[in-house]
């Protein structure tokens, strides 16, 4: 059963600081892994999206890299700013076809950037 | 490009009643998925539709269900309403490749 952990849950950092989020998965079998920002009682915004065949992607001042043999995610905001204070979610999408076709989700790390 | 639009955004409803969420998707996205999210639980996929059929399914009891339209347009219907299933209720909307997956800002049921 594909679990998908997010560590940590909870962080807190200057304003300016380069930071990294991690997100661990117990199954490398994935079609691809996403990102998401959610702010208090919102939606999801997606960041980035990275397809099983690639290493990484860029947008702006966040980079998010996939290595599936390790079973790890990593998120990285360069330069924080008190606007990224949100909770941060890693899902995987085990398949796209079939009853694996569904997002698997971690519980989210909620980032707090101080001014 | 229009995102996708849940309503209503807020509701309050009392054990034993029912309720209905809709969700407009992307204009030309035809997949919608429907996601719990509670504080424990995180989020739980509930189900998918596609082209007016259920694709896929989680592990919810009976009483949540769910249909979509040939304008692709999806709601949900949650009957014998307890009070935990007071959550926020996320619809994703995906279109052809990469399956990105698109959100709502989704529909905050509270079960008094």
């Known amino acids: 059963k594909q679990e998908v952990t997010q560590i940590p849950a909870a962080l807190s950092v200057p304003e300016g600081e380069n930071l990294v989020l991690n997100c661990s998965f117990t199954d490398s079998a994935i079609y691809n892994l996403q990102w998401f920002r959610q702010d208090p009682g919102k939606g999801l915004t997606s960041l980035l999206l990275?397809?099983?065949s690639q290493r990484e992607q860029t947008s702006g001042r966040l980079n998010a890299s996939l290595d599936k043999s390790s079973g790890r995610s990593t998120l990285y905001i360069a330069a924080s700013q008190p606007g990224d204070s949100a909770t941060y979610l890693c899902?995987?999408?085990?398949?796209?076809?079939?009853?694996?076709?569904?997002?698997?989700w971690g519980l989210g790390t909620s980032l707090a950037v101080n001014p | 490009k229009a995102g996708v639009t849940q309503t209503p955004r807020y509701l309050i409803k009392t054990r034993g009643q029912q309720v209905t969420l809709s969700c407009s998707p992307i204009s030309g996205h035809r997949s919608v998925s429907w996601y719990q999210q509670t504080p424990g639980q995180g989020l739980q996929f509930l189900f998918e539709y596609f082209s007016e059929t259920q694709r896929n399914k989680g592990n919810f009891p009976g009483r949540f269900s769910g249909r979509q339209f040939s304008n692709s347009r999806s709601e949900m219907n949650v009957s014998t309403l307890e009070l935990g299933d007071s959550a926020l209720y996320l619809c994703?909307?995906?279109?052809?490749?990469?399956?990105?997956?698109?959100f709502g800002q989704g529909t905050r049921l509270t079960v008094v």
């Open positions: 899902a995987v999408l085990l398949s796209n076809a079939g009853n694996n076709r569904k997002l698997i």
């Open positions: 990275i397809q099983s």
């Open positions: 994703a909307s995906t279109g052809p490749k990469p399956t990105e997956a698109f």
